[in-house]
């Protein structure tokens, strides 16, 4: 098997080399899909805190509302995950979810 075919990761589905787990039809198993979107709703949080620029318009925003609906949701979907992840892939979502809150209830403080 060379590097570029596809092989089975440890649960015994096909991978692409370097890709998520997919399912039998080729597309991203539900782990995979649920920690995109902790992802992409931290990355989401850290815009509305006025952290990051937004990559559209490049200028700094601050929308505490969906800076803390973009949180409550990770968090939600990172609750998901914890029993059925390792140890080390548990400590980053928790790592992940307290550095939003703590940053949140900084940024918050300064803009009042």
Same mark, same amino acid.
Do not use: H
């Given at each position: 098997?060379?590097? &570029?075919? %596809?092989?089975? &990761?440890?649960?015994?589905?096909?991978?692409?080399? &370097?890709?998520?787990?997919? @399912?039998?039809?080729?597309?991203?198993?539900?782990?995979?899909? =649920?920690? @995109?979107?902790?992802? *992409?709703?931290? /990355?989401?949080?850290?815009?509305?805190?006025?952290? $990051?620029? /937004?990559?559209?318009?490049?200028? =700094?925003?601050?929308?505490?509302? %969906?800076?803390? *609906?973009? =949180?409550?949701? +990770?968090? +939600?979907?990172? &609750?998901?995950?914890?029993?059925? $992840?390792?140890?080390?892939?548990?400590? %980053?979502? %928790? @790592? *992940? $979810? +307290? /550095? *939003?809150? =703590? /940053?949140? $209830?900084?940024?918050?403080?300064? +803009?009042?």
């Amino acid at each position: 098997m060379s590097a &570029d075919e %596809e092989r089975p &990761d440890a649960s015994g589905q096909d991978t692409a080399p &370097d890709s998520a787990p997919t @399912t039998d039809a080729g597309l991203p198993d539900a782990m995979s899909l =649920i920690a @995109t979107c902790i992802g *992409l709703l931290a /990355n989401r949080a850290w815009q509305a805190m006025g952290l $990051v620029p /937004n990559p559209a318009t490049k200028s =700094i925003e601050r929308r505490f509302d %969906e800076a803390q *609906l973009a =949180i409550d949701a +990770a968090a +939600a979907l990172a &609750d998901l995950l914890r029993p059925r $992840v390792g140890d080390r892939e548990r400590r %980053e979502l %928790e @790592t *992940l $979810v +307290a /550095n *939003l809150r =703590i /940053n949140f $209830v900084e940024q918050k403080s300064k +803009a009042t």
